[in-house]
């Protein structure tokens, strides 16, 4: 057992451990943020907006951000050297799986989201 | 600090017997009516437990009267105004007043013992925060009894809530009363926030820590970034209802929705919240019974992270028929389904645990309530991804379907796993266990009971009852259904009141057995109230079953830190992620000043509620003094030096700066603070969609020259200065800080001079905070600069007062560390601030 300071920094490991998650956040946050404000802009007539505009940002954002998360998956090793995250061997396989197994769930969650705009009329309003 | 090797036992026996008396004495809780000044968790986490469990019972009993009242229709056993209190206060305690402090609670009780740490980092917070959610909360309560209950739902939307329609001071109760709860809350969340992560044993890295350490994690810092919003609603809607500024007046721009965008914020995390530190002590229960480790460990903590996430981007699933486009809502119902999965994992996990058992899975009542809440919950689940479905929400909107669905989720996913844990770990306080016998009646009545009770709700949905109505004519055919569901809430009230009769038969305080449901993890090593009599070096996820002769070593005192050896309360602080021992944590006793500080910040808040101000005042200046008695004291300095562990490992009593355990509670504040900032801007934003014709420089008066704002800007970056300035100026050990002291004078009169400069600027133009909600928005940013700054004032006194008292110098200096750190905050802040109300009008021009 050590004593001492000589322990990865904290912050590098919840930017490790959290940047899947923390990409879906801002993916939700730009999909939604320009797409609903856009949508009260063409409404209230403060500026012209084009439908297929706010489908084409829809798509562009989720493209966006789906690579860092493919990129996370397939080497997590490069992305902790970015983030200077080092750890005893022993802990090494749990922080990497934690990493690529949030990376994972967070890719599904920007497809989910980006699908949408397929689907639907970007400013329609159900009632 | 070098690094050592430590070669197993660190501690060789006998140890010398004084150690232990130093021990017993040090943490000797308090006796008689002085257990009030207690600050141990074992002692403020049972009354932080007990209180919580109250309130289930009360807002149980409004919620049994509530049903009575629905039991035939047309029934008139309770008046409207009186029901629609009940249902206000029943939302409102369960969420506010048992459920988060319920698992708080839990958290202040189980993490220490489970982390074999003497106590969690700041256990005078810890009184302070648990005497004020009891005082707070007990005299919100009794509102009830006045006809001054607040009765505009738990969410409380405006424009229901504003003045015009809620005239009374109703609302005012729960504004003010659940705002001042929710701070006490936040001041628990610090706590476990660096409880965990710091406190720790030697050796238990993140990837051995227990899962309700990580689900308490998660939980904690869920509230740093969720409760942030609802506090900015309430004080917008309290100032909206106090002084006139039109946040939620669309006549002057404002909007009711964003009400609904901030309390959804808060909102839908709160759900989760509430659900994974459960879910973290079914994770700890299920391995115990059926005596193997949790299959899929590392995917539980991928869920709970996951989980903890994803709760922050649903809160709009809450507003689907608000009129918000399609795709947005899209967007969300995406986020809805994906939260889906890691609850699933959980659920897998917790089944494949149970199936690959080394025995058959043991069934005790705790194991039934286990059972019992993955029925409850996956069902609860399941009516969950519907709801999140846009078109099938759209019909059951606001009806008893939605009841059903949370109460499946609620009591399922909170209830009946805190009902496990009373069974499971009542034998770490009390020498009697609960009865299994009458266990198992209390389960099967409860389990019956809530399902006879909101199954049924499903149909009354179904059939178009909706919410919170207090009565219903006979010809809509919902009688017989809500018949079987009161007679079900009898059988659950008859199963809970059979559980408080065995609690006060059973339960006595006094040393427990030992560990009778053979589990592997440390809070089942002997304790007394000094917690382990010494703190174990951990090499797996279950020390008691994998490491030999454990029980015996921590025991005997052959591990770390077996005595007292800086004469006071003391714990271990390891780093955060490898958990290697870095210093000695001094900690305070027992003391008043916490619960004094408590009781006069209550009074502060529940007096302004009835509007005696000038009383009021004088309350929240006696809480600040009485805030300040307590840390004055609370930064020993480095005296003592550094202190042998055991095995030859010396460690400092004192480190300043981000080795710090205080540093770390004052960046969990900044986050904090900045939560609420970001709160701030997207309703700045959210109201300039919304009424764009209101804001400057077209609908307002014209925004103030830019010289204002630079002056502004310039005096804060000069205090920054100033206080940089300060640290060099910082005295050597032993002598006076004049210097020092006046640069942080100076910063401070930089900061309040640039307050004064904002609100003057504005001012002369002729806006007025009432006139629309561009106003109020503006003169919103003022109140959180102003907010920080009276705490820098505070804070900056303070300091300055230790420097010329000679107790702060260039190492004696946490005290100054925290201060420009906030100060530091505080100035980028608001620079950002300036920004967005000066330049974005300019911008959108």
């Known amino acids: 057992m050590k004593?001492?300071?000589?322990?990865?920094?904290?912050?590098?490991?919840?930017?490790?451990?959290?940047?899947?998650?923390?990409?879906?956040?801002?993916?939700l946050?730009?999909?939604?943020?320009?797409?609903?404000?856009?949508?009260?802009?063409?409404?209230?007539?403060?500026?012209?907006?084009?439908?297929?505009?706010?489908?084409?940002?829809?798509?562009?954002?989720?493209?966006?951000?789906?690579?860092?998360?493919?990129?996370?998956?397939?080497?997590?090793?490069?992305?902790?050297?970015?983030?200077?995250?080092?750890?005893?061997?022993?802990?090494?396989?749990?922080?990497?799986?934690?990493?690529?197994?949030?990376?994972?769930?967070?890719?599904?969650?920007?497809?989910?989201?980006?699908?949408?705009?397929?689907?639907?009329?970007?400013?329609?309003?159900l009632r | 600090m070098t690094d050592q090797v430590i070669v197993q036992l660190p501690n060789s026996t006998p140890r010398p017997a004084r150690e232990l008396e130093d021990l017993e004495r040090v943490w000797a809780t308090p006796k008689g009516w002085r257990?009030?000044?207690?600050?141990?968790?074992?002692?403020?986490?049972?009354?932080?437990?007990?209180?919580?469990?109250?309130?289930?019972?009360?807002?149980?009993?409004?919620?049994?009267?509530?049903?009575?009242?629905?039991?035939?229709?047309?029934?008139?056993?309770?008046?409207q105004e009186l029901y629609n209190q009940m249902f206000t206060m029943h939302g409102t305690t369960m969420m506010f007043l048992f459920a988060v402090p319920a698992v708080e609670a839990l958290g202040v009780m189980l993490l220490p013992q489970m982390l074999a740490a003497r106590d969690l980092p700041f256990p005078r917070l810890s009184a302070y925060a648990i005497w004020a959610y009891v005082i707070g909360g007990l005299v919100f309560f009794t509102t009830i009894f006045y006809d001054l209950a607040p009765a505009g739902g738990w969410f409380m939307y405006p424009p229901l809530?504003?003045?015009?329609?809620s005239p009374a001071d109703n609302a005012d109760f729960w504004l003010l009363g659940i705002g001042f709860i929710e701070i006490s809350a936040i001041a628990g969340a610090v706590e476990i926030v660096v409880g965990t992560l710091r406190t720790r044993p030697p050796g238990m890295s993140l990837s051995k820590m227990p899962i309700f350490a990580w689900s308490m994690l998660i939980f904690a810092a869920m509230i740093m970034f969720a409760f942030p919003a609802v506090i900015l609603a309430t004080m917008m809607l309290e100032i909206e209802r106090s002084f006139g500024w039109p946040f939620f007046t669309a006549a002057l721009g404002g909007d009711a929705l964003l009400w609904q965008h901030l309390f959804w914020f808060f909102g839908h995390p709160e759900v989760y919240i509430i659900f994974l530190p459960a879910a973290g002590l079914v994770s700890m229960i299920v391995p115990t019974m059926a005596q193997t480790p949790l299959v899929g460990y590392r995917l539980i903590v991928v869920a709970l992270?996951?989980?903890?996430?994803?709760?922050?981007?649903?809160?709009?699933?809450?507003?689907?028929?608000?009129?918000?486009?399609?795709?947005?809502?899209?967007?969300?119902?995406?986020?809805?389904?994906?939260?889906?999965?890691?609850?699933?994992?959980?659920?897998?996990?917790?089944?494949?645990?149970?199936?690959?058992?080394?025995?058959?899975?043991?069934i005790t009542t705790a194991s039934l309530f286990v059972l019992g809440f993955l029925f409850i919950f996956t069902l609860g689940g399941l009516t969950g991804v519907m709801v999140a479905m846009v078109p099938f929400d759209y019909q059951v909107h606001d009806t008893y379907f939605v009841v059903a669905h949370f109460h499946y989720v609620l009591v399922g996913g909170m209830v009946f796993p805190l009902f496990a844990t009373f069974y499971h770990w009542m034998p770490l306080f009390s020498r009697r266990m609960l009865s299994e016998r009458l266990g198992r009646w209390v389960f099967w009545l409860m389990f019956l009971g809530?399902?006879?009770?909101?199954?049924?709700?499903?149909?009354?949905?179904?059939?178009?009852?909706?919410?919170?109505?207090?009565?219903?004519?006979?010809?809509?055919?919902?009688?017989?259904?809500?018949?079987?569901?009161?007679?079900?809430?009898?059988?659950?009230?008859?199963?809970?009141?059979?559980?408080?009769?065995?609690?006060?038969?059973?339960?006595?305080?006094?040393?427990?057995?030992?560990?009778p449901w053979g589990a592997g993890t440390l809070e089942w090593l002997p304790s007394d109230v000094y917690a382990t009599r010494s703190i174990p070096l951990v090499t797996s996820r279950e020390p008691l079953w994998d490491q030999e002769n454990l029980v015996e070593d921590v025991q005997a005192g052959r591990w770390f830190l077996p005595g007292a050896p800086t004469g006071g309360r003391e714990t271990i602080v390891t780093s955060p992620v490898e958990a290697r021992p870095q210093y000695i944590i001094q900690m305070p006793g027992p003391g008043w000043s916490p619960l004094l500080a408590a009781m006069f910040t209550a009074a502060c808040f529940l007096l302004l509620t009835v509007k005696l101000v000038m009383i009021a005042a004088v309350c929240g200046v006696l809480a600040i003094v009485f805030c300040l008695v307590w840390t004055w004291s609370l930064d020993p300095g480095p005296a003592k030096g550094s202190v042998d562990i055991g095995g030859g490992m010396k460690l400092p009593t004192y480190v300043t700066g981000p080795t710090s355990h205080s540093w770390w509670a004052m960046v969990v504040l900044m986050f904090v603070a900045g939560s609420?900032?970001?709160?701030?801007?997207?309703?700045?934003?959210?109201?300039?969609?919304?009424?764009?014709?209101?804001?400057?420089?077209?609908?307002?008066?014209?925004?103030?020259?830019?010289?204002?704002?630079?002056?502004?800007?310039?005096?804060?970056?000069?205090?920054?200065?100033?206080?940089?300035?300060?640290?060099?100026?910082?005295?050597?050990?032993?002598?006076?800080?004049?210097?020092?002291?006046?640069?942080?004078?100076?910063?401070?009169?930089?900061?309040?001079?640039?307050?004064?400069?904002?609100?003057?600027?504005?001012?002369?133009?002729?806006?007025?905070?009432?006139?629309?909600?561009?106003?109020?928005?503006?003169?919103?940013?003022?109140v959180l600069f102003g907010q920080v700054a009276a705490a820098l004032v505070i804070m900056g006194l303070f300091t300055a007062a230790r420097l010329l008292v000679r107790r702060l110098d260039r190492e004696w200096r946490v005290t100054f560390d925290n201060l420009a750190l906030l100060y530091h905050y505080a100035v980028f802040q608001s620079l950002f601030g300036l920004a967005l109300v000066h330049g974005y009008p300019r911008l959108v021009a």
């Not at chain 1, 904290?10 to 801002?26: E, H, N, T």
């Not at chain 1, 860092?68 to 005893?88: D, G, N």
């Not at chain 2, 809530?161 to 329609?165: A, R, Y």
């Open chain 1, 3 to 27: 004593s001492g300071p000589g322990d990865t920094s904290v912050l590098s490991a919840v930017a490790f451990l959290l940047a899947g998650p923390v990409i879906w956040a801002a993916h």
């Open chain 1, 29 to 125: 946050l730009l999909l939604y943020g320009p797409q609903s404000a856009l949508c009260a802009f063409g409404q209230s007539g403060v500026a012209e907006v084009s439908g297929l505009f706010v489908t084409a940002q829809v798509l562009a954002v989720t493209a966006l951000a789906a690579v860092p998360l493919v990129v996370f998956l397939l080497r997590p090793i490069t992305i902790a050297r970015l983030f200077r995250f080092r750890v005893q061997d022993e802990e090494h396989p749990f922080s990497m799986s934690v990493m690529r197994w949030l990376s994972a769930l967070s890719l599904m969650g920007v497809l989910l989201a980006g699908a949408a705009a397929f689907l639907l009329d970007p400013c329609a309003q």
């Open chain 2, 35 to 79: 257990i009030v000044t207690a600050v141990n968790n074992t002692v403020v986490g049972l009354i932080y437990i007990g209180v919580a469990f109250l309130f289930f019972l009360m807002a149980g009993v409004l919620a049994i009267l509530m049903r009575t009242q629905l039991a035939v229709s047309g029934n008139d056993f309770i008046g």
């Open chain 2, 161 to 165: 809530t504003l003045k015009e329609f």
């Open chain 2, 305 to 362: 992270i996951a989980t903890g996430f994803f709760s922050f981007g649903l809160w709009v699933h809450h507003m689907f028929t608000t009129g918000i486009p399609a795709l947005s809502l899209a967007f969300f119902s995406a986020a809805s389904a994906a939260v889906a999965v890691p609850s699933g994992i959980q659920v897998f996990s917790w089944i494949a645990t149970m199936a690959a058992g080394r025995r058959r899975f043991r």
């Open chain 2, 450 to 515: 809530f399902n006879i009770a909101f199954f049924p709700m499903h149909l009354t949905g179904l059939l178009g009852m909706p919410r919170r109505v207090w009565t219903y004519p006979a010809e809509l055919g919902w009688d017989t259904l809500n018949l079987v569901s009161t007679a079900g809430s009898y059988i659950l009230g008859a199963g809970i009141l059979l559980f408080v009769i065995d609690l006060f038969r059973t339960v006595r305080p006094g040393p427990k057995p030992e560990n």
């Open chain 2, 676 to 782: 609420l900032y970001l709160s701030y801007v997207f309703s700045y934003l959210f109201l300039w969609t919304v009424s764009p014709d209101v804001w400057a420089p077209a609908g307002a008066p014209q925004l103030p020259s830019p010289g204002w704002p630079a002056l502004s800007a310039l005096l804060l970056v000069c205090g920054s200065a100033a206080i940089m300035a300060a640290r060099r100026l910082l005295p050597s050990p032993g002598n006076l800080g004049t210097a020092a002291a006046a640069a942080i004078l100076v910063a401070l009169l930089c900061m309040s001079g640039a307050l004064a400069i904002e609100l003057l600027g504005h001012w002369r133009t002729g806006l007025q905070p009432s006139d629309s909600a561009y106003g109020a928005m503006v003169y919103m940013a003022s």
